[in-house]
């Protein structure tokens, strides 16, 4: 089976490198990989004790960002790597200042998986959510590396749990622990015999309450909601399929006096040229900046760059999450943090904080323009919308504290840290 692993990764390379003769994302993914092993020796030199700590993409960069900053605070004599699969994570993290290395995951053939791990010696490797990677992880298990997946997530019909399932159990099994988001999958582990696991919930919910007790006001926000006031909807991470569902609301009866602040997901120059004519006038773009008159005449405030979003809720009375209609929503925690009753599209049952939002009546899902409309009216209710606002509140209040779960057992499993 890890022959045919070792097959797949090579066919999965293979196709990266064709694909990036055509696309910019693939060929990036291939460029910072290219003679990894002279550019990593050069670049960096182990020292000190170092904690290797890795993430598919900046989302769960993101995920387990709370666990790498407050391991560089108890522990600030470590050296910290970190390591992307994806593009879209090096390339905004490739200066993160919290780590001492920042590289490229090298692809997870067995020679690849021996000489990194020769040259980078980790004394312990923490691992987040998704990240399966079969070499690294037996090779890691093999030198007796303390190795930790954090806010895991698992589902009945993930390959693990099915009768041909034995090699991706032995993978399971190269952990020292795994830390889980909720109970259901604790079970599932249990019933495949795994016992080294605990259920420590979310990282990023502690990442997302410390964001909100801390965020620097936005000067072109106050400029735009006046004082004391809130924008009605921030609409954030949108594709086109929200704002197809959301732009017909900003003429109807009983919103068209409203402020809205719209981020779309990717703020390019395309999608804007298609945005921009279909709002309703006056509106403005961001970078019109906090002096402008358009801002503070604008109905609609585009947010035309990003890095912005997490910042922005604080001022908005409710707000809707994009992605519901494609591959999967985005961020609802960081609203939540605010105590915004969020909104977003059908597609949202693997992303276990939407679901228990929804169950707590802090979240609800639209599949039209008109249930968007009944919800938004309903919110406008001063009853309706504080018991939302509590509900979503509440979640974050009650799952909080993963972050020290994981830095407790850490420190447990290295007792010499």
């Known amino acids: ?7 797949g990764i090579w066919l999965l390379t293979g196709a990266i490198r064709l694909a990036a003769l055509f696309h910019p994302k693939a060929k990036k993914w291939v460029t910072g990989r290219r003679q990894w092993r002279s550019r990593y020796r050069s670049a960096f030199q182990k020292n000190k004790r170092l904690l290797w700590i890795h993430a ?3 989302g769960e960069f993101e995920q387990g960002r709370p666990v790498l900053e407050a ?3 108890q522990f600030p004599d470590w050296q910290i790597v970190l390591t992307f699969f994806s593009p879209s994570g090096y390339e905004i993290r490739k200066i993160y200042s919290g780590a001492d290395f920042v590289a490229y995951l090298p692809a997870d053939t067995h020679r690849n998986a021996r000489d990194f791990l020769d040259w980078l010696q980790p004394d312990a490797a923490i691992f987040i959510k998704y990240e399966f990677w079969a070499n ?6 093999k030198r007796g590396t303390p190795t930790l997946l954090v806010s895991a997530l698992f589902r009945q019909k993930q390959v693990f749990f099915r009768p041909y399932g034995h090699f991706w159990r032995r993978v399971l099994g190269c952990f020292s622990h795994i830390f889980v988001q909720n109970e259901t999958s604790a079970a599932l582990l249990r019933q495949i015999g795994i016992r080294n696991m605990s259920r420590a919930g979310d990282t990023r ?8 007790a801390s965020v620097p006001e936005n000067a072109t926000l106050q400029a735009f ?5 809130k924008a009605a909807l921030i609409v954030g991470s949108s594709w086109p399929a929200d704002e197809a569902l959301l732009l017909p609301l900003l003429d109807a009866p009983g919103f068209a006096q409203q402020k809205w602040v719209i981020a779309p997901h990717e703020p390019a120059a395309r999608h804007l040229a298609q945005l921009l004519p279909r709002l309703p006038q006056p509106f403005a773009r961001y970078s019109d900046g906090a002096a402008s008159h358009a801002i503070h005449a604008a109905r609609v405030l585009v947010i035309d760059n990003i890095g912005l979003l997490n910042t922005l809720y604080r001022y908005g009375r409710v707000a809707y999450i994009g992605g519901g209609f494609g ?4 961020n609802t925690l960081e609203p939540a943090a605010y105590g915004l009753p969020v909104l977003f599209g059908p597609r949202f049952e693997k992303f276990e904080e939407a679901r228990q939002l929804v169950a707590r009546g802090g979240a609800f899902v639209v599949r039209h323009t008109e249930e968007c409309k009944a919800i938004l009216a309903r919110l406008q209710d001063e009853t309706e919308y504080q018991r939302a606002s509590q ?3 509440q979640y974050l209040e009650d799952n909080r504290g993963a972050t020290d779960k994981i830095m407790t057992h850490l420190s447990r499993l290295c007792p010499d840290l």
Do not use: W
């Open 56 to 58: 598919a993409s900046l």
């Open 136 to 141: 690294y992880l037996f090779e890691l298990k």
């Open 71 to 73: 391991f560089r605070e």
């Open 1 to 7: 089976m890890l022959f045919i692993y070792e097959l």
């Open 205 to 212: 919910v502690d990442r997302v309450l410390k964001l909100s």
């Open 225 to 229: 909601v006046p004082a004391g006031e």
């Open 327 to 330: 591959k999967g929503i985005h």
């Open 391 to 393: 509900a979503a509140r």
